[in-house]
């Protein structure tokens, strides 16, 4: 069994000091096996943003696992947007655009999908594809295999033409006859979940998608600020989704799946919390 904790779109230079406080609270209390961030880690890239967003991620006490968005591509700066986009994302957070967690149980694998030429949706490039299918591919079946990145492959359920990372359907083409099992994107500042299958025709087997939303920035669009706990124990895998209440994070959904037959089939008690609660 194992514990993830998924976070998004930090966005630094819009952070609530407090629930950054908070979150890391949270963290070092239920202490999940690793935590992930997809992307967004600053609102315009700025160095004092990336200071900031560094010094976050340093106090967290468990394992993490970071890909860039597209906002630590700078806008405003054209020739460093051109010329060097993620150079700071390089500097302050790290220089592995294609991160890896694996133990025992699981493998996660990150991929860089912001762009300075596709500067808002993003991409995933061929090279990509194929290192992540090498590396997915030939991990053994016993890993329950996750794929991070910034931008997300499925909709929210609301906005069906939503756009989606460039080369989406190349990317899980691929990467389905390796076993994936779990794809985790933010971008949207929206937390939902859904199935792969639901929106690519040529996806024959299963495929979780959970995105988060905004976890700590004042970039909130509507939703309220949250992250999502991941309970991954095959063959079920449970997701909880902790919403800011003013105070505290507060576990607002529960959502349960058992891979039945090599599908992912919704436990039909799935709760959706009608009080807040903590999670203890
Ligand atoms: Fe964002
Ligand atoms: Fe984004």
């Keep these: 069994m194992r514990v993830v904790a998924h976070i998004s779109d930090l966005h630094f230079g819009m952070e609530d000091e407090r629930i950054a406080e908070i979150l890391l609270e949270d963290i070092a209390r239920f202490h999940p096996s690793v935590v992930v961030i997809s992307g967004d880690l600053t609102q315009r890239a700025r160095k004092k943003q990336f200071e900031a967003a560094g ?26 947007r051109t010329l060097t986009p993620l150079s700071r994302y390089r500097h302050y957070i790290t220089t592995d655009l294609n991160p890896v967690f694996q133990d025992d149980e699981l493998m996660i694998l990150g991929a860089n999908t912001a762009r300075a030429a596709a500067f808002k949706n993003g991409r995933i490039s061929m090279a990509q594809i194929k290192i992540l299918a090498d590396k997915f591919c030939a991990a053994g079946s016993h890993l329950f295999k996750v794929l991070v990145t910034h931008h997300p492959f499925l909709p929210p359920l609301d906005s069906p033409y939503a756009a989606l990372v460039g080369r989406g359907a190349l990317a899980v083409e691929a990467l389905e006859p390796c076993g994936i099992d779990l794809l985790l994107s933010g971008h949207y500042h929206r937390d939902y979940l859904g199935d792969l299958q639901s929106h ?15 976890t700590i920035s004042k970039r909130t669009r509507g939703e309220k600020n949250s992250y999502d706990r991941i309970i991954i124990d095959p063959p079920d895998i449970c997701f909880y989704r902790y919403t800011w209440d003013g ?25 959706q919390e009608t009080r807040s609660q903590d999670f203890r």
């Design 55 to 80: 010094a976050f991620i340093r106090k967290i006490p468990v394992s993490s696992l970071v890909v860039p968005g597209n906002h630590d591509i700078p806008f405003y700066d054209v020739a460093r």
């Design 200 to 214: 690519y025709i040529t996806v024959k087997r299963s495929i979780i998608v959970a995105q988060a939303g905004t």
């Design 247 to 271: 105070r505290r994070f507060a576990k607002t959904m529960t959502t349960r799946y058992k891979k039945v037959n090599g599908a992912w089939q919704l436990y039909p008690q799935n709760i």
